[in-house]
């Protein structure tokens, strides 16, 4: 009987190839296990083969995320992979986040099960949650390569329970990091004594686990309002996903990774340019006719021209919002308002749909 086939991830590092000279590397393949791979293959016995393992440099991937993405799927595809293994990446941020968008497109382009594993603080731990795929499984692993033994023993066994057409438990029951799914399940006492008994525990100091566990988002402060606006450099930033014409930025119409600005500089409105709109959210049919809607260029420009405001930034800033992760959405703000502070401009308007 063949056994199940399986696609591994590495970076460059630990496929062997370079360090840090060789981050920019794009996506290439090895046939079989390679470093790391080699002692997971071990642990697998018969149970699975690594067949085939993509690679990738870490500054590529971050730069190049969708065409990197579509390579390493088209690996998987091309070696018929049914499982595949991602890192571990332990404390490794841009690793981390190359393992939870491996494992989210190999999983949504081929309906592979995908197992990876890196530290909880790891900023692909937030990516993998939000993305909430319920056949990806990140493990817990130590902060440095040190834990690599246990890292790979725990990938190992779950991808050896899934080789063999079983699905795995809750997270409590197989260790893996929770996602924040709730899952449905018959229990022998009704929701008002599990309730009653968790309360009593927590009353009394006993440990219990609660069976709905709540996700707790970062509170952002409110900004100070504007007190002289007649004195304001404004810049306009949308989600609506008004773009160039010819998507020449690879925009999606979800879950987007980048942003781009364009110039508006010379132009009274919208209806000047030549532009398109992707969105996954709403029905983008008005947007076309008129993105002024999005962009708001017609009036922003009659409000200039009355002193409401002292002048318009030359460019506006776009990403298209649909689904957007929280952790990608905190990077592309944070760059935007870098970009625009260090330009001189002092206030926004962000037109969001």
Do not use: Q
């Given at each position: 009987m063949a056994r199940v086939r399986i696609m591994h991830y590495l970076n460059q590092f630990f496929a062997g190839i370079g360090g840090e000279d060789k981050a920019n590397l794009p996506v290439g393949s090895l046939k079989g296990?390679?470093?790391p791979g080699k002692r997971l293959q071990e642990l697998l016995g018969d149970a699975a083969e690594i067949v085939v393992t993509a690679y990738c440099g870490d500054n590529y991937f971050s730069e190049h995320c969708e065409e990197a993405l579509e390579a390493i799927v088209q690996v998987a595809r091309q070696n018929q992979v049914a499982l595949v293994a991602a890192g571990p990446a332990f404390?490794?941020?841009?690793?981390?986040?190359?393992?939870?968008?491996?494992?989210?497109?190999?999983?949504?382009?081929?309906?592979?099960?995908?197992?990876?594993?890196?530290?909880l603080e790891n900023p692909g731990i937030e990516t993998y949650k939000q993305y909430k795929?319920?056949?990806?499984?990140?493990?817990?692993?130590?902060?440095?390569?040190?834990?690599?033994?246990?890292?790979?023993?725990?990938?190992?066994?779950?991808l050896a329970r899934l080789a063999g057409g079983r699905s795995l438990g809750t997270a409590a029951e197989?260790?893996?990091?929770?996602?924040?799914?709730?899952?449905?399940?018959?229990?022998?006492q009704t929701g008002a004594v599990r309730t009653v008994d968790?309360?009593?525990?927590?009353l009394t100091g006993r440990t219990f686990t609660t069976e709905i566990p709540l996700e707790a988002l970062e509170k952002i402060p409110v900004p100070a309002p504007i007190t002289n606006l007649k004195d304001a450099y404004l810049a306009l930033i949308t989600t609506s996903g008004a773009i160039k014409r010819g998507n020449p930025d690879g925009f999606r119409g979800y879950q987007n990774t980048k942003w781009a600005k364009y110039h508006i500089g010379k132009m009274s409105s919208m209806l000047e340019g030549e532009?398109?709109?992707?969105?996954?959210?709403?029905?983008?049919?008005?947007?076309?006719r008129n993105p002024n809607y999005g962009v708001p260029l017609d009036v922003c420009r009659d409000m200039?021209?009355?002193?409401?405001?002292?002048?318009?930034?030359?460019?506006y800033y776009v990403t298209p919002g649909a689904r957007g992760l929280i952790s990608v959405m905190h990077r592309i703000g944070k760059e935007i308002v870098t970009e625009l502070k260090d330009e001189g401009a002092d206030t926004v308007l962000l037109v969001a749909t």
């Open positions: 296990a390679v470093g404390a490794s941020g841009r690793y981390g986040f190359a393992c939870a968008e491996v494992c989210h497109a190999v999983r949504n382009s081929l309906s592979a099960a995908c197992i990876t594993a890196m530290h795929d319920r056949t990806v499984y990140a493990f817990p692993t130590t902060e440095t390569v040190s834990g690599m033994g246990e890292a790979l023993a725990g990938m190992a066994k779950g197989e260790g893996y990091i929770p996602r924040g799914f709730r899952v449905d399940k018959i229990k022998s968790m309360l009593l525990d927590r532009w398109d709109v992707i969105h996954g959210g709403y029905n983008i049919e008005f947007m076309k200039e021209k009355e002193g409401v405001f002292a002048r318009l930034y030359p460019y």
